[in-house]
Every structure is written in C-alpha cells, then in structure tokens.
C-alpha cells in the first residue's frame, strides 16, 4: 500500500522560504515520478514540480521556477520541495503525489494515482 505523507507547512512572511518534505511508502518501482501541486481556495488544483524517482529529471511551473526548488532522496524515499521567496499567492495546501506516467513531465493532477493529504502553506504579506 502507497501512502505519501506531508510534513513542512506553516506560516511565513512574503520573502521567506520554507522547505516542505513528502515521505513515501510502499512504492515498489524506480518508474514512478514525484510531484507537487497546490490548490488554494475556490481554484483548481495546480501543478507546481514534479521529479522522476529514478533520475534527476526535474520540471517546475512557470509561476515558480527561479524560486521554488524539487530535490529527491531515494535513500530515504523522501521527495522535498524548497520554497524560496515566497509570495501571498502561493498560499495553498500544497500536496505531494506520485504517479507511473511514462508521459513527461507528468503536469496533470490525473496522471498521479497516489496522493498524501496536503499540507497548507500560508504566506502573509
């Protein structure tokens, strides 16, 4: 059984950073890729990064590359996502996800099948 849990959220001021974590279990292939997406109240869920778990492949959104950053530890089947320069509109619950698309990168919330519960990230002005 695959069960992805969230760690990392908080409050921050805008221009702060924070590192969020996603600690996964039971993935038994180097296939799968990593992701994180966020949704913020009233909108659709949004992809953010996502990293191949066997490699060092990696995609950002464009409303984040420059500042956020995705990095994996295979070792400890841990995926991180570093949020530097945060803004007011990057408040959201952020979740991670993993998924065997062979399709990349994989930016659709659908091409994952495995999600952890979200953590909320809030960045006051």
């Known amino acids: 059984q695959v069960q992805l849990v969230e760690s990392g959220g908080g409050l921050v001021q805008a221009g702060g950073s924070l590192r969020l974590s996603c600690a996964a279990s039971?993935?038994?292939?180097?296939?799968?890729?990593m992701g994180w997406f966020r949704q913020a109240p009233g909108k659709e869920r949004e992809f953010v990064a996502c990293i191949r778990r066997s490699g060092d492949w990696t995609s950002h959104a464009g409303s984040v590359k420059g500042r956020f950053t995705i990095s994996g530890d295979n070792a400890k089947n841990t995926v991180y996502l570093q949020m530097n320069s945060l803004k007011p509109e990057d408040t959201a619950v952020y979740y991670c996800a993993a998924g065997s698309s062979f399709v990349w990168p994989s930016t659709r919330p659908d091409e994952f099948r495995y999600w952890g519960q979200g953590t909320q990230v809030t960045v006051s002005s």
């Open positions: 039971g993935l038994t292939s180097n296939n799968y890729i």
